[in-house]
């Protein structure tokens, strides 16, 4: 507290009264009040001359002795401005303060209640920024360009015939239509429901926000305050969607400039065709379609009024309903309640707004006939799995990036042949439908799947596949990636790799055994022994990771040859599919060349697994039926191995963007000596081994089956030399969206004791490969040019003759004890108690049951991981197209 507020003891005589009086006497002017504060000028007065106070000075000395003499308090710092200045007198502020706040003068609340002045300021300043930064954003806020935000439309997709397959998009079901082709009365709709004064306001409707804001302050239903302007800028303009309060002000700025600078028709336009309608319909136009199967210009006031309805929100108001939503609200009952009020409330503000007239309104009592949902009918059966292929081929190999495919507007020309794509799906379909039966054997036929995949020779175009029951029900493109081990039919990749590349020598140098190898013959001998002991190429015997030796087993433990060796030639073996003889085979080529052969082939590396164990070489691997397809395709091509594609060309307003020639390549894989000895060989697969059932009439057939360990899943992979064709069969536990799905085990499923490549899958190929090649010219195979020398690969040779080379397919070799038996059982004659052993004669109906092939994943006696390596890859994509979902 300043020092003259202080109360100082009180003068004996007189007082400081008589001394206020006393001092004020001679000048004639009132004593000013205790507390008051001079001012800078009241205190040095003005022209710089000094003011005195020498009267009160006196008075106060006077008062102090007539007082007693008592002694005089020191004034602290804050009492005075400097030496010599009384107590008594409160000192002048240092400067003027610009916001008197806390008020000076004022005690108590006062001091914290602003004045009027101070308000009114505030007030002008706060208001005033405001319109600053309006300014300042509404110059430098532009106009985006809604062509490259929300102009997506739909893609369309053409067969390989030119005829179109269907009309979609990535994301946007959308087709633009001009302002001329929108009806008057779906203009007239919107405006009347939602911006009444459209045709003259300026973008923003200011009193429509205050209204909106009232309404939803005292409890009314929430409504918006936006005009159309301003939702055809944030559908079309802006790609932020957030509520944030920066968007809303870009929104309005935008909103603003668009209402000053665009034509209304121009605004009015790109609202309807950006809109969404519900049932992923996106504009008038896919609205008009999906509501009521007709275009937009077609449409009558009921139809547009109830359209104008549906933009309030499509899931409420659609009467089909919207449950897997909202459960509760969104019913068909509820939904179509909503629908009707909202649509009758529409015509009679149209009627209102002189829109249309009364006599109009008055031919629409009754609610327009919707139709049922179709949104997905487009995607269904195979058509969607085609798409999703094509799609991910553009996006994988051309210069189109994803959200520029979401945008649309293209022509896209893939290899699909619909012809074929029909044929194949009713070849799986008819085995389905008369051999898998859920509700008569729950435990063995639940979850049974089939992919498969059909490619050209000649240039690798993709022309059919089978992904699934229906792409709008089950997702996964089981021709493109199901994880599941493609078993025996892997082998040929094992015995193009011995021609071309050849065994290692044995009795050479084991650091130089790389490079001495020696070119194989199909006439080749090696063991069929069931339980054999499979030995490196410096002969020891190969032991798993416990140190335990390897035994390969075939499947049902069946040997082929003759005791006591085993000797088989690898054209037999392959017939019988004897996996010991082809185990042996890859460990003595290499398995580093056995994957090499087949990458080179056109399997993806990401699909090829267990590359280090010996079961490598008997289908442990997980390639797409795609891509067994292609693969295949090499060996039909004499060794051409071709980029596979699933789109021609693509187009768009500009003209053509994308050619696959462009892109094309091709390269000599194996020579055609290679090539076409393998296809020699599986032949022979076809005419008389695993594969009799995939026989065609009049047409040279090459193939091979394949099963795999525990019956987990069966495969026929064959070709003619105008179409390569892959076929896969499996089960799988569990939803398809969940990962490290477990393969379950085929044993009845079917109403068969076990599904093997010679079954099911070779029956399917052949009905698809019957009707696919009708009509086309019969082509046979080259004939195959000798190659390589008969190796013997007996590690414990008995005292034949050894034959050393075979350069001439008519130069017969030493008879090998099975190399004229057409069929791998001893005898004929020997009694059938199992008709899956593979030394029954049983027919059944065409397939050859002897030695049917189960491909074996694993097949040993000892454990391997390979088993746990399949089945923990469960859906995964690594035998995808292009590696993934790619196409």
Not at 210 to 228: C, V, Y
């Amino acid at each position: 507290m300043s020092e003259h507020r202080r109360k100082p003891p009180q003068p004996q005589e007189g007082g400081r009264a008589a001394a206020r009086r006393g001092q004020s006497a001679p000048s004639g002017r009132r004593a000013s009040p205790r507390g008051a504060t001079g001012s800078l000028s009241g205190t040095y007065g003005s022209g710089g001359e000094e003011r005195a106070y020498g009267g009160r000075a006196e008075a106060r000395r006077a008062a102090q002795r007539s007082g007693g003499g008592g002694r005089r308090r020191a004034a602290p710092d804050s009492a005075g401005r400097g030496p010599g200045r009384g107590r008594g007198r409160a000192a002048p502020p240092s400067r003027t303060r610009i916001i008197d706040y806390p008020r000076a003068g004022r005690y108590g609340a006062a001091r914290w209640v602003p004045s009027w002045r101070l308000v009114t300021g505030l007030f002008i300043a706060f208001f005033g920024s405001l319109v600053a930064v309006a300014g300042i954003g509404y110059a430098l806020v532009g106009v985006p360009d809604p062509a490259k935000t929300a102009q997506a439309q739909n893609n369309v997709y053409y067969w390989d015939n030119g005829s179109q397959m269907v009309s979609t998009g990535g994301e946007t079901n959308r087709q633009i239509i001009p302002y001329s082709k929108i009806p008057k009365e779906m203009r007239y709709a919107v405006m009347s429901a939602e911006n009444k004064t459209f045709e003259t306001d300026s973008g923003i409707d200011p009193m429509g926000i205050a209204r909106a804001l009232f309404n939803m302050a005292k409890g009314g239903e929430t409504q918006g305050g936006s005009t159309i302007t301003q939702q055809y800028v944030k559908n079309a303009m802006l790609d932020d969607q957030s509520q944030t309060l920066s968007r809303k002000f870009k929104e309005l700025f935008i909103s603003i400039k668009v209402g000053a600078q665009e034509p209304k028709e121009e605004v009015m336009a790109g609202y309807l065709n950006t809109a969404y309608f519900g049932r992923e319909a996106y504009g008038i136009q896919a609205a008009a379609r999906a509501y009521f199967n007709k275009e937009a210009d077609k449409l009558n006031a009921s139809e547009c009024a109830f359209l104008a309805a549906v933009l309030k929100g499509a899931t409420y108001y659609d009467p089909a309903g919207a449950p897997e939503i909202d459960p509760v609200a969104a019913t068909a009952e509820k939904n179509r309640k909503r629908a009707t009020e909202r649509w009758r409330w529409i015509l009679d503000e149209m009627v209102k707004d002189k829109r249309i007239s009364a006599a109009e309104r008055a031919k629409y009592t009754t609610f327009p006939k919707i139709e049922s949902p179709r949104s997905n009918t487009a995607l269904g059966g195979q058509v969607g799995y085609l798409v999703a292929l094509a799609k991910a081929y553009i996006i994988k190999n051309t210069d189109i990036t994803e959200s520029q495919l979401r945008q649309g507007g293209y022509e896209i020309h893939t290899t699909f042949s619909k012809k074929k794509v029909d044929q194949l799906s009713k070849a799986v379909e008819k085995v389905r439908k008369e051999n898998i039966k859920p509700k008569l054997r729950p435990k063995t036929d639940t979850h049974v799947e089939f992919g498969g995949a059909s490619v050209d020779p000649d240039s690798g175009a993709i022309r059919a596949i089978y992904g699934g029951s229906d792409a709008t029900k089950h997702f996964t493109n089981n021709a493109d990636q199901t994880g599941a081990q493609v078993g025996s039919t892997f082998k040929p990749f094992v015995l193009a790799a011995a021609m071309k590349w050849g065994v290692r020598d044995k009795d050479g140098d084991p650091v130089q055994a790389q490079d001495e190898r020696t070119i194989v013959s199909p006439k080749s001998l090696f063991s069929g022994q069931n339980d054999l002991k499979i030995r490196n190429y410096d002969g020891t015997v190969w032991q798993n990771e416990d140190g335990e030796e390897w035994l390969q087993a075939n499947d049902g433990d069946e040997s082929y040859g003759t005791p006591p060796n085993y000797n088989i030639d690898l054209r037999e073996a392959m017939r019988v599919s004897a996996n010991s003889a082809f185990v042996q085979l890859g460990m003595d080529v290499g398995l580093d060349k056995v994957k090499e052969s087949a990458v080179d082939a056109g399997l993806l590396q990401d699909s090829l697994t267990g590359t280090g164990f010996p079961s490598f070489s008997i289908g442990i691997s997980d390639p797409s039926a795609i891509r067994m397809a292609g693969a295949y395709a090499t060996f039909a091509a004499s060794g051409k191995q071709r980029d596979l594609y699933s789109v021609k060309e693509v187009e768009d307003k500009t003209g053509v963007v994308f050619q696959h020639q462009d892109v094309a390549k091709t390269k000599q894989a194996f020579t055609s000596k290679v090539a076409d000895n393998v296809t020699d060989v599986l032949k022979t697969v076809v005419d008389e081994g695993t594969g009799t059932a995939a026989q065609l009439t009049g047409r040279d057939v090459a193939g091979k089956t394949g099963t795999t360990d525990g019956n987990k899943s069966a495969w026929f992979v064959g070709y003619t030399p105008q179409l390569s064709t892959a076929i896969g069969m499996y089960r799988m536990d569990d939803d398809e969206k969940q990962k490290n799905r477990q393969f379950l085990e085929m044993y009845g499923t079917g109403g068969q004791q076990s599904i093997h490549g010679a079954s099911f899958p070779a029956e399917i190929w052949h009905d698809y490969m019957e009707q696919a090649l009708k009509g086309e010219e019969s082509v046979d195979f080259p004939e195959p040019e000798p190659i390589g020398v008969i190796v013997n690969d007996d590690p414990d040779p008995t005292p034949t003759p050894t034959v050393t080379e075979s350069d001439d397919e008519d130069t017969e070799p030493s008879p090998t004890p099975t190399e004229t038996e057409s069929e791998p059982s001893p005898t004929p004659s020997k009694p059938c108690n199992n008709p899956f052993d593979p030394t029954c004669n049983t027919d059944t109906g065409g397939t050859d049951t002897g030695g049917t092939d189960t491909g074996g994943t694993d097949g040993g006696v000892t454990a391997t991981p390979t088993e746990t390596e399949g089945s923990s890859r469960g859906n995964g994509n690594g035998g995808g197209l292009f590696g993934g979902t790619d196409g």
